[in-house]
């Protein structure tokens, strides 16, 4: 096939002059990242409004861009960009400005290191990953913690009550389960041999949701719980403290707050699926075989994403002392015993 | 009535038995509060329902009329007036014997400065800072602006650049050099910033606009951490005057306003206010009238459950939580059978002196039957689905808990109370129209939670879907109307009436002086009693509780600032 001829010539070219392959994949794959995951999330969001709408029985979006409200998005990307940029008069000004932006930046250093699926080609899988690096897993679930402190800038530099509460709150949760989900990671990282995503992967010939179910629900809320959803949104519950952290944020600045929510949203369903539902394997499919694993990985993204949807549109909002109480003293301790039978399992069948 | 005399000689200046359920008398303001402590203690009266002030301005008096009943113990209800002088009057307070006292009394002192002596916090209420010290409902307020000179409030711009606008004395008071002084108090801000101990205590609004509110209120809570340590509560940011516009009405015109004081609750309020007139003039409509507005209230009562638990399910997970929207669609088909018949949606003005504006459209129980029948299947499904909603469980349980005991004391009535296990309910305390001849129960939990009162909501639905299925099964042919003369004048004398509103206790105490219009009407509404039984029940409490709690008592800002 002459795809296999081009990746070997590619590759060719790679050993000779590493350095230029390094900063033209890194320029090639930044550009393509930032273009995924933002059409990515906007589809999200699009989602989400939409299905939240069918299962409250009502319509969404249903006038921009035909019956279907696909231009909403559009329109609204447009509305906050032209909005007066206004900064409140006590707000702490650089780190007001910095907040959002170090929101961004996080969630493009978590994208640059996830293989967004693979290509088959020749019976083989080569996966779209920018950074390929050796403790990928690691390195997400880190950079995914930076998300806090933007949180906390955001919430601290408002000058509000309000904000100040849901940052208190947002830090409180995410630091109750960021502990559960990295001993997760921890686990699925023993059987697997590797903290690499693309090798966790490549090891699934049983999904690990089979193989450690107990580490596939804690992953699972504490994913939910990181992404601040309902039950877990506290830290912007509408109803008891306006918005939470976002509250004095007005126009492109709120903007994107909340779309590097749906982004975080859409990659913690595709770390969901690399981790536990067998990334892109599975059966060939005759006629697209190059992009059967495509057709896997979106499949399963999307069945993630619903049922993240489904879960907001209902149940109803933990308390933060509930939320709490149950990261420390429920999930940790299931994530350990997880942990345990992990390296059991790793240890003589693996 | 002759036990009070026996205790008290001589301080009982003028008693009437209206029926076994009513007893006005008239009493020595020396003795009032001894007499009223020998009734809460020895005879059982242990529900202060309300109080309203009268200005007898022919007389030279003002008068203080409290309302006194008991919560079950028997049906009695005792008008007990005292009468002061115009200049100076001043009552003795009762809030050392009922806690709720409170609120009624302050709003009879900013609306017609009578002073009640041992009152511990008399500020005004409902009032603007501005007006106090007008006595705004005094019969010889001029009101402003004026309706001869045309006067109005002057705008001035303050140092922080917002626009006020100020009530400046009037002009012919300013001639006469007797311009009142005003009273002096600390003002809301002052009185909750005194409170602040230390530094790591602060206050957050809620309020007037929030998410929480069900109209403009304001709800300060002085919160360490996210525990409540105290909270306060402003109200009267809409407060319209219904009661002194309808001393400028005709009795025809009043029921009009009586559907503008809570939307939810139009048709019971309209029923109040024609219940009290219907005493006074000494009426009751046929049996036929009187099946129809059963009907039409319950109605209404489920139409108004559904709205209250739906949009508190929508506190406590969002908006995005689904329940809601169902609600709202199976509100739908009972607000349509209600147009079918009042033709109106919310603001039905229907209910008449003697009577009903409408007979029942054709085919009326052939339509309704279907839709109360799906009704109650869906409510069974939601009494299903929160029941076994473990997260919902866990936000509700044990959260807000008002024992029996300090549910009576601090005068909340309707599904709080009766989630508190006190089977308070009007239509068995007070029977009106048909309802003795109706067979339902009355609905009570034992927790007195959060979780109790959202299902004596809903249970209530059940039961009010029972009381319609029997009325469309025995509603007899007939007429619809008294015969009334065309202007209304009841003879003078004075009538109070007590109906079950879908939040409780709602009371009109009307007096008549023999022209068109009233003297004076009195509401006496169940959110004035939830609103101020607020703060106490949210000490304490997670600021994520609050909205859970404050979200239970299903408010309604209208009524209370009516």
Same mark, same amino acid.
């Given at each position: ?47 989400? @409004? ?19 409200? &696909? ?47 693979? &290509? ?12 390929? /690096? ?38 409180? @949760? ?116 190059? &992009? ?59 | ?38 009734? @809460? ?19 030279? %008096? ?64 409902? %009032?603007?800072?501005? =007006? ?19 006067? @109005? ?23 006469? *050099? ?54 306060? &509560? ?45 005493? =006074? ?31 508190? %399910? ?68 939601? /009494?299903?689905? =929160? ?84 009325? =469309? ?30 939040? *409780? ?47 239970? /008592? ?9």
């Amino acid at each position: 096939m002459y795809l296999s001829t081009i990746i070997e010539a590619v590759s060719a070219w790679a050993a000779q002059e590493p350095k230029i392959y390094a900063l033209a994949i890194g320029l090639i794959g930044a550009a393509i990242i930032s273009a995924v995951i933002n059409i990515g999330a906007m589809a999200v969001v699009w989602l989400e @409004r939409k299905f939240l709408g069918d299962i409250q029985a009502r319509f969404g979006p249903n006038r921009v861009g035909s019956r279907w409200g &696909l231009l909403q998005l559009g329109a609204d990307a447009i509305k906050l960009f032209t909005k007066e940029d206004s900064i409140p008069r006590g707000a702490d000004k650089p780190v007001y400005v910095w907040a959002p932006i170090i929101a961004s930046i996080t969630t493009m250093l978590v994208a640059a290191a996830i293989p967004f699926g693979a &290509l088959r080609i020749d019976g083989k899988d080569y996966p779209l990953v920018v950074a390929n /690096m050796d403790i990928s897993a690691f390195y997400v679930e880190a950079a995914l913690s930076i998300m806090t402190i933007a949180v906390f800038m955001a919430g601290f530099s408002s000058n509000n009550k309000y904000s100040m509460l849901g940052a208190f709150r947002g830090i409180a @949760r995410m630091i109750a389960y960021e502990v559960p989900m990295g001993v997760c990671v921890i686990a699925v990282a023993l059987m697997a041999h590797s903290l690499n995503l693309v090798e966790i992967v490549e090891s699934q010939t049983l999904w690990y949701a089979f193989a450690q179910p107990l580490g596939f629900i804690v992953f699972t809320i504490a994913l939910v719980t990181d992404l601040g959803r309902i039950p877990f949104d506290q830290s912007e519950a509408e109803e008891e403290i306006i918005a939470g952290y976002t509250t004095e944020y007005g126009g492109i600045r709120w903007g994107l707050l909340y779309f590097q929510e749906y982004i975080n949203m859409l990659l913690g369903s595709i770390l969901l699926v690399l981790l536990f539902l067998g990334g892109w394997k599975g059966p060939s499919i005759p006629l697209i075989t190059v &992009l059967s694993p495509m057709v896997w990985f979106l499949m399963k993204v999307l069945i993630v994403l619903i049922f993240l949807i489904w879960v907001r549109g209902s149940l109803v909002r933990f308390r933060i002392d509930q939320v709490t109480d149950l990261g420390w003293k429920w999930m940790l301790p299931l994530s350990l015993v997880n942990l345990a039978w992990a390296a059991f399992v790793g240890l003589y069948f693996a | 009535m002759s036990a009070i005399q026996s205790a008290f000689p001589g301080s009982v200046l003028e008693s009437r038995v209206e029926s076994d359920r009513r007893l006005w008398i008239t009493v020595d303001p020396k003795k009032l509060v001894e007499i009223t402590q020998f009734l @809460r203690d020895k005879k059982d009266f242990d529900h202060y329902s309300g109080a309203a002030g009268v200005d007898r301005i022919n007389e030279n %008096l003002f008068e203080v009329v409290e309302i006194l009943t008991s919560h079950g113990a028997h049906q009695v209800v005792v008008m007990m007036k005292v009468r002061v002088p115009r200049d100076k009057p001043s009552v003795r307070s009762l809030t050392g014997l009922y806690w709720n006292a409170n609120w009624y009394e302050r709003e009879i002192w900013e609306m017609y400065g009578i002073n009640f002596e041992g009152h511990p916090e008399l500020y005004p209420l409902l %009032l603007p800072d501005e =007006l106090v010290g007008y006595w705004p409902w005094r019969k010889d307020f001029k009101g402003y602006p004026d309706t001869t000179t045309g006067e @109005r409030a002057i705008e001035q711009v303050g140092p922080d650049g917002y626009t006020e606008f100020k009530i400046m004395p009037h002009p012919e008071m300013i001639k006469a *050099g007797v311009v009142p002084e005003r009273p002096k108090y600390p003002t809301f801000r002052e009185r909750e910033e005194a409170e602040i101990k230390s530094d790591s205590e602060m206050i957050m609004h809620m309020g007037p606009q929030h998410a929480i509110v069900p109209g403009p209120f304001l709800l300060d809570l002085l919160i360490e951490g996210e525990r409540v340590k105290k909270a306060f &509560l402003d109200v009267g940011y809409i407060h319209k005057g219904i009661e002194k516009i309808m001393e400028n009405r005709t009795y025809l015109q009043g029921i009009v306003y009586t559907d503008r004081m809570c939307y939810l609750a139009s048709i019971t309020n309209n029923e109040a206010y024609c219940g009290a007139v219907e005493r =006074l003039l000494n009426i009751t409509p046929p049996e036929r009238a009187q099946y129809i507005r059963v009907i039409l209230a319950e109605l209404s009562r489920i139409q108004s459950h559904l709205l209250g638990t739906g949009e508190f %399910l929508t506190l406590l997970g969002a908006a995005t939580y689904s329940p809601f929207q169902y609600m709202i669609i199976d509100r739908e088909d009972l607000v349509y059978l209600m147009e079918s018949i009042t033709g109106a949606r919310i603001t039905h003005t229907f209910v008449r002196f003697g009577g009903v504006r409408n007979d029942l459209p054709d085919g009326f129980a052939d339509k309704a039957r279907p839709i109360l029948k799906r009704m109650r299947e869906r409510t069974e499904e939601y /009494m299903d689905l =929160l029941h076994s909603d473990p997260i919902y469980t866990r936000r509700m349980r044990g959260i807000g808990v008002l024992s029996p005991g300090d549910a009576r004391r601090l005068g909340v009535s309707g599904p709080p109370l009766r989630a508190s296990d006190t089977p308070y309910d009007m239509r068995r305390e007070d029977p009106i129209l048909v309802y003795p001849d109706l067979d339902f129960k009355v609905v009570t939990r034992k927790a007195g939670d959060a979780e109790a009162r959202v299902e004596v909501r809903l249970e209530e639905i059940l039961e009010s879907i029972h009381i319609i299925e029997q009325c =469309l099964d025995q509603i007899p042919e007939g007429p619809i109307q008294e015969k009334l003369p065309k202007k209304i004048k009841p003879e003078p004398g004075e009538a109070y009436y007590r109906v079950e509103d879908p939040r *409780g206790e709602m009371g009109f105490y009307v007096i008549s002086d023999g022209s068109e219009k009233p003297y004076r009407v009195k509401v006496r509404g169940p959110v004035y009693a939830y609103m101020q039984a607020l703060p106490p029940l949210l000490e304490g409490a997670y600021v994520a509780d609050v909205v859970a709690i404050a979200g239970s /008592m299903d408010a309604c800002t209208s009524e209370v600032d009516r």
